[in-house]
């Protein structure tokens, strides 16, 4: 990169408002960033802290209350601001082009791809049809599409959520945008699909030289597909440098926050726990005068980290800066911030036991074709011989992507649906048959379930003590009002939210604290099982590790058995004791953690593993990215569930045979048709160049080279 | 965060529902429409709670000189007919004051009966579904299917209070023909507005159905009776408190419409409606006479809808 190029993007000391019924609000403000051709630039920061506002304002698309007060963002070395209408219609989709999060949302559910593609170089270019249908095709071959014309005479409803992002992509790669923005392109995608996509963002930039802004909450994703990254906090970037300087040397406080509270793959919660930040993002409203960071800081202090901070270049780094006046005084190797402590856990007698469960459902199809060829019902088999078992004090983390049938083994558990076959067991007693409706109440109590939406879990019209309170009631914990509501302080205190909450209602609660009551009403009957359906999955980053944290806590406390449904493997690798991965209804492996985060592994395990994004510049990885969709469990494969993905398919038995379930020793069970030295001579996917992660010391960096 | 071990009692005290509620009216405050109609509403409020307060003629005393006066004319007794008289010489202002007390009695009423019953039967519908859904559906559709009129000519012609059975419901309870006939035309009413209440509420549920906390309430074994009662109506309140509103209007208009037909409450009480019909004879030169009803009846369903207005814009706010 030469100095004598003109940027692509340049931010000046932009300031952007929101104008409200109660005033302007200062969304982003003193906001400098420079992108050259052909790089691609990362913006991280958690909800609320205005990078998806940034991303509007070099649109130049702020909507109606939303204005850019101050700087300038100059667009190939002109101020954007000064452009009329007509010139900026001229460079949004043709010149820079944007890819919002949601693909179903940003594609016309009523119109034909070929449409939606052809109509972009029509407009900007002003090319004929055919002319424009012959490049739409290219760019989709391009983005790796199989069968590119299929997918030009589909509706949007026809594609799986991966192929429907990719021709998002491709929309905004026809004209040969300069640069492109990619707004949480793969936040709504299963793992194993973001991998591909991530895959081919990194390949545009390469092939293209298109430029790119790349914003996400996923510091792993910024670290595989950006050059430079800029951390952003409370509407100011507090940390900018390139990848390799921000994620082995950082100087802000709050990005050696964000680092500290993602699980890394170096790290196990015994010798690093998380360290959640205290606190919470400040309002724009409440922004503190000085440092924005000030109130949640263990380094704040008083008279110099009051007044507004400057970002400063960081000497002996050029390119690096921070916006920390104290970034060179903090002795990060002194600091040991009290951590979220766990102790390992003698697990007791198994607790709950699934043997060769089963959940089919079963689709009635009332249509006349249907009557007429006599196949009147089709089996959805969303659970097939699930066969595993949790301890008392235990954690058991269920892990797969979208459609393997987890959510459906929850549902059963909790006897909001019926198994179909097989036996489930919680102290002995088959609950599998028994709906809710018919279970004792000892048993009610003894099952409680933490949803993962946080924004549902709690009835919006009571408030929440009346909520929890009612729980203890239903439960005969308590056994008059004064009692439930002393109880109710108590669960309260138990997961750390004050008193006063007890009357609030809760669109009064942050995401995260509506969390923490979830679980004080999963927990408030002395459950013996608690499930937990993703229950951090909907938090910011910094808040996904204090509530984990918490929910871990208790339940080592109490004793009770955690059955944890995720499809995120580094938090489940943190927390588990044990594993369960799941593919199609199937158990595809099962083990303790260090038995499946090591090989052997299942080849579903291993892609899963490979495609997990892991903020850490030391961490080598075994590239393996799965080709095509997840199958549909209406209509899965034949064989082997996984044939159609596995690359390490051997032949024609996987496609005509069930794999065997093998015991690779200690109860680690692996479902393949691979021989077992096959098996055993796998290579680890995930290497660990350094063993702690608090040493940032350049040789760190050596032994990172693998 | 502060965690206090201060005991119950010294916990900040929860504010009275009624006052809640006020508060959240005031939020209308920011809506212009929506003022304006609960100005008019609250006006016709008013007159019905203090007209027994205000210096007002007896609304049934008849006067024989003063047939169809003009507004503003001399009274014998020295005073004025502020909006003149009727066909048989009774004080038209006087008749439409108290006339709104029938008004907003009789049609709040046979409102809250509606909706009563239409949200029972909608959660159920909604909450149960199966068969339970079908059978709601399929009636709420027959009976929707009526033209309203002809439903409600059907009902009260064979039920009012100068049928047989409105006779012996008389005699057998006790109770005057006003009564009686209220007592129809709630009945009438909760017929064809129930099936609309249901289909809406069965909507809402369906979505809300499908929110976590009904899980969290099923997985603690709440009776499908509290899950319907406590989980799921509380939160469709925000549509239909909007939708109640206007329906608060459209029954005003039947209410009226069916006193202009004779079919509502019998004479001689001042009901709006049968004011009209009873000089709509006299139209050519007595218009005066027809208008005020006319115009309290407007005024007050204007009022109703524009406050179902302000509050659907407060309620999409925030």
């Known amino acids: 990169m030469t100095t004598s190029q003109t940027p692509v993007l340049e931010c000046k000391d932009v300031s952007i408002s929101y104008y409200t019924r109660a005033g302007a609000v200062p969304a982003v403000y003193d906001f400098n960033l420079t992108v050259m051709p052909g790089e691609a630039v990362g913006i991280v920061g958690e909800s609320g802290c205005g990078k998806s506002t940034v991303a509007l304002a070099i649109m130049q698309y702020m909507g109606r209350n939303g204005a850019i007060t101050g700087g300038e963002i100059r667009f190939m070395g002109r101020d954007m601001r000064t452009m009329s209408q007509e010139e900026l219609r001229k460079i949004r989709g043709s010149q820079i082009s944007m890819v919002y999060q949601e693909p179903m949302a940003s594609l016309n559910p009523s119109l034909l791809i070929r449409t939606q593609l052809t109509e972009v170089l029509v407009i900007h270019e002003g090319i004929s049809e055919d002319a424009a249908f012959k490049r739409a095709v290219e760019v989709l071959d391009a983005v790796r599409l199989p069968d590119p014309n299929r997918i030009m005479n589909s509706y949007p409803h026809q594609l799986s959520g991966g192929q429907q992002q990719r021709v998002v992509i491709a929309m905004a790669l026809l004209s040969n945008p300069k640069l492109l923005l990619l707004d949480e392109p793969t936040t709504a995608l299963d793992v194993t699909v973001e991998a591909g996509v991530v895959e081919l963002i990194k390949d545009i930039s390469q092939r293209f030289g298109t430029s790119m802004i790349y914003i996400s909450h996923n510091l792993g994703l910024i670290l595989e597909t950006c050059d430079r990254i800029c951390v952003m906090y409370s509407g100011q970037a507090v940390e900018v440098g390139n990848v390799k300087q921000v994620f082995d040397h950082m100087r802000h406080p709050y990005t050696r926050g964000l680092f500290s509270s993602i699980p890394l793959p170096g790290a196990d919660r015994f010798s690093h726990p998380l360290v959640p930040i205290r606190g919470q993002l400040p309002l724009p409203r409440d922004r503190p005068k000085g440092c924005t960071f000030g109130p949640r800081c263990d380094f704040f202090q008083a008279g110099r980290c009051d007044d507004p901070v400057p970002m400063l270049d960081i000497k002996g780094d050029p390119g690096h800066e921070a916006r920390c006046v104290r970034y060179d005084e903090i002795d990060w190797k002194k600091y040991r911030p009290k951590g979220l402590e766990a102790e390992p856990i003698v697990p007791g007698p198994p607790v709950l036991q699934i043997r060769n469960m089963k959940k089919y459902y079963e689709i009635r199809d009332n249509s006349i074709a249907a009557m007429i060829s006599g196949t009147k019902s089709r089996f959805v088999k969303a659970n097939e011989k699930l066969d595993f078992e949790a301890r008392e004090g235990e954690t058991v983390a269920i892990v797969g992507e979208s459609g393997c049938g987890k959510s459906t083994l929850a549902k059963v558990l909790m006897g909001l649906e019926e198994s179909t076959g097989g036996e489930v067991l919680v102290n002995g007693l088959e609950v599998g048959h028994m709906p809710v409706r018919k279970r004792p109440a000892g048993l009610i109590s003894s099952l409680q379930i933490v949803f993962q939406n946080p924004f549902e879990t709690l009835n919006p019209s009571h408030s929440v003590g009346a909520q929890i309170s009612r729980v203890l009631r239903k439960f005969g914990v308590a056994k008059d009002r004064d009692e439930a509501e002393r109880k109710t302080y108590e669960l309260l205190d138990m997961v750390k939210l004050p008193r006063e909450f007890a009357q609030r209602k809760p669109r009064q609660l942050s995401g995260g604290q509506k969390q923490r009551i979830g679980i004080a009403r999963a927990f408030g009957g002395e459950a013996a099982v608690v499930i937990a359906d993703e229950p951090v999955s909907a938090l910011d980053v910094s808040v996904q590790a204090a509530v984990t944290g918490l929910l871990t806590d208790i339940q080592r406390k109490k004793r009770t058995t955690l059955v944890f449904i995720s499809h995120d493997l580094s938090v489940v690798r943190y927390l588990a004791d044990r594993i369960v991965v799941m593919y199609l209804g199937h158990i595809m492996e099962q083990g303790t953690t260090d038995e499946v985060f090591s090989p052997p592994y299942h080849p579903y395990t291993e892609a899963l593993l490979s495609a997990v994004p892991i903020a850490d510049t030391s961490v080598t990885k075994k590239h393996i990215v799965l080709k095509g969709e997840l199958p549909s469990p209406m209509n899965p494969p034949p064989g082997c569930p996984f044939q159609t993905r596995c690359p390490r398919k051997i032949g024609a038995i996987c496609e005509t045979e069930m794999p065997p379930n093998k015991d690779m020793g200690n109860g680690h069970m692996i479902m393949c048709h691979l021989p077992d030295d096959v098996l055993r001579s796998m290579e680890p996917v995930i290497k660990v160049g350094r063993h702690d992660p608090d040493d940032t010391t350049p040789a760190a960096e050596m032994t990172a080279k693998h | ?241 909007v939708d109640a509103c206007l329906r608060i209007g459209y029954v005003i208009i039947a209410i009226a419409v069916l006193g202009f037909l004779s079919l509502g409450l019998p004479p001689p009480d001042p009901d709006w409606g049968k004011m009209i019909a009873e000089v709509r004879g006299f139209g050519s030169i007595a218009g005066n006479a027809m208008l005020w009803p006319a115009i309290a009846i407007s005024s007050l369903v204007f009022g109703l809808n524009l406050l179902a207005d302000g509050l659907r814009e407060i309620s999409l706010r925030d």
């Open chain 2, 1 to 241: 965060m502060t965690v206090t071990s201060a005991p119950a009692t010294e916990m900040p005290r929860r504010r009275h529902p009624l006052i809640r509620f006020f508060k959240s009216l005031a939020l209308l405050r920011e809506s212009y429409v929506g003022m304006l109609g609960a100005f008019l509403v609250l006006f016709w409020i008013a007159m019905a709670l203090g007209a027994d307060l205000m210096p007002l003629r007896d609304p049934l005393a008849q006067s024989a000189p003063d047939l169809l006066k003009p507004a503003l004319s001399a009274s014998p007794d020295g005073g004025t007919y502020w909006l003149g008289t009727d066909d048989k010489g009774r004080d038209i202002l006087s008749r439409l004051i108290y006339g709104s007390r029938l008004v907003l009695f009789w049609s709040i009423l046979a409102t809250v009966v509606a909706y009563a019953v239409g949200m029972l039967l909608g959660v159920m519908a909604g909450y149960r579904g199966g068969w339970w859904d079908e059978i709601i559906s399929f009636f709420g559709n027959v009976l929707l299917s009526f033209p309203q009129m002809v439903l409600y000519l059907v009902i009260l012609s064979n039920f009012g209070p100068n049928s047989d059975v409105g006779r012996y419901l008389g005699s057998a309870l006790g109770i005057s023909g006003t009564v009686v006939s209220g007592i129809i035309i709630i009945f009438a009413i909760t017929f064809s507005v129930a099936p609309q209440v249901a289909r809406i509420v069965r909507g809402l549920v369906l979505d809300l159905k499908t929110r976590d906390y009904i899980a969290a309430a099923e997985v603690r074994g709440e009776k499908p009776l509290y899950i319907m009662l406590v989980e799921l109506l509380p939160n469709a309140r925000g549509p239909l408190i």
